[in-house]
């Protein structure tokens, strides 16, 4: 009888210590303090990796994939459209420099076929490497058009030193909780868009209006907040602003966008107007653009819309903070 009952609380004990394995091998194998990827690919365009191409090593990585694979690729320019599909979390994209590793094509179709990068699953990590739609290379004499560099629609997914490259609509910012870290985006037209609920940091944010006809303002922004209790909005904090022609910080692209740029340096290419209410005049009530602790010489507020949403501290505060887009702990799970 005894022995019958420490037997069951012993395999009680040995079934909870595997099944507790079992979930932090979701995330990461540890050696010694180190947390590292299951496994490793390399892609490298001169033959020496496992293989040539991003989409490749993708493609390899198994469905309901459940281990962090680390996808490592080389310097170079990736001619390519590369797609991370739902069913393919727990990848970690690197490459070698965001000035060194980049990943190009030209797709301008339609702007949901345009995009040169897909990513579609959840806990995601992308590193040190760029991703550019070169359709409207501001040296071509083209009619400019939605070219997406790149799309992310999964949840759970982290950025760091990556760089977009485009003009109009180059990062489309779908929906799920990201985070950008030191990354660069280069536009002119709603060059940051979409309905995810993202904090940017410390990110340059690269204007190039001036490849816009002469004198016509380009927008940062068109956030897609539908409605009031939605969670979505995007944060820059201590950001940089710069480049040339003029830009707004945003339109909304729906009813209740939401935007709020805090301690970022803005150079003399903002308006001073600040923001345009595009399709929601006369409802800009419902729209969050918010300004605050920014510094250059284009924070002056003097002459912004008098729509502007003054926010509390609480919810500055709140807003700015990683809690943002982590209530959860995700962060944390993520090997950085
Ligand atoms: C990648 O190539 C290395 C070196 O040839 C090899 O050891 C490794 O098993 C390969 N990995 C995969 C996932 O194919
Ligand atoms: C975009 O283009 C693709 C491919 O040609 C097409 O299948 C899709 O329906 C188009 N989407 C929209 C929204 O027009
Ligand atoms: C604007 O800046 C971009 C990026 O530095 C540059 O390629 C482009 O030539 C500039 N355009 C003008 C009109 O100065
Ligand atoms: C703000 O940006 C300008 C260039 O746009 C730069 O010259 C200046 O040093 C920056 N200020 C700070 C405090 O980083
Ligand atoms: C906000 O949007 C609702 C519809 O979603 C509209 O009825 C209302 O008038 C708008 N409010 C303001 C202040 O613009």
Known sequence: MTFGWCFSVCILFVLVGLRLEEANAQFLREVGT??????????DQSGHGNFTTIQSAIDSVPSQNMYWVSIKVKAGIYREKVKIPYDKPYIILKGEGKRRTFVEWDDHHNTSQSPTFVAMADNLVVKSISFRNSYNNPT????????????VSGDKS????????????????DTGRHYYKLCTIQGAIDFIFGAGQSLFE???????????DAGLPGFI??????????????????????????????RPWRSHARVLFYKTNFSNVVQPA???????????????????????PGSDTS??????KKLDLETIE????????DTDGWLQKQPF
Not at 140 to 151: G, Y
Not at 303 to 308: E, G, I, L, P
């Open 274 to 296: 600040g923001w345009d209410a595009w399709r929601y005049h006369p409802n800009e009530g419902n729209i969050t653009f918010a300004e605050y602790g920014n510094f250059g």
């Open 158 to 173: 982290y950025f760091f030193r990556v760089g977009f490259f485009g003009l109009q609509d180059t990062l489309w910012d």
């Open 140 to 151: 071509n004499r083209k009619l400019i058009k939605p070219a997406v560099a790149a799309m």
């Open 303 to 308: 002459q912004r819309v008098s729509w502007m």
């Open 318 to 325: 709140s807003m700015t903070s990683t809690k943002f887009i």
């Open 202 to 212: 410390r990110c340059s944010i690269s204007v190039i209006g001036g490849a816009l």
């Open 34 to 43: 180190k947390k590292l990827a299951y496994w490793s690919i390399v892609v």
């Open 221 to 250: 922004t068109a956030q897609g907040r539908t409605n009031s209790e939605d969670g979505n909005g995007f944060v820059f904090n201590y950001c940089h602003v710069f480049g040339n022609g003029t830009t707004y910080l945003g």
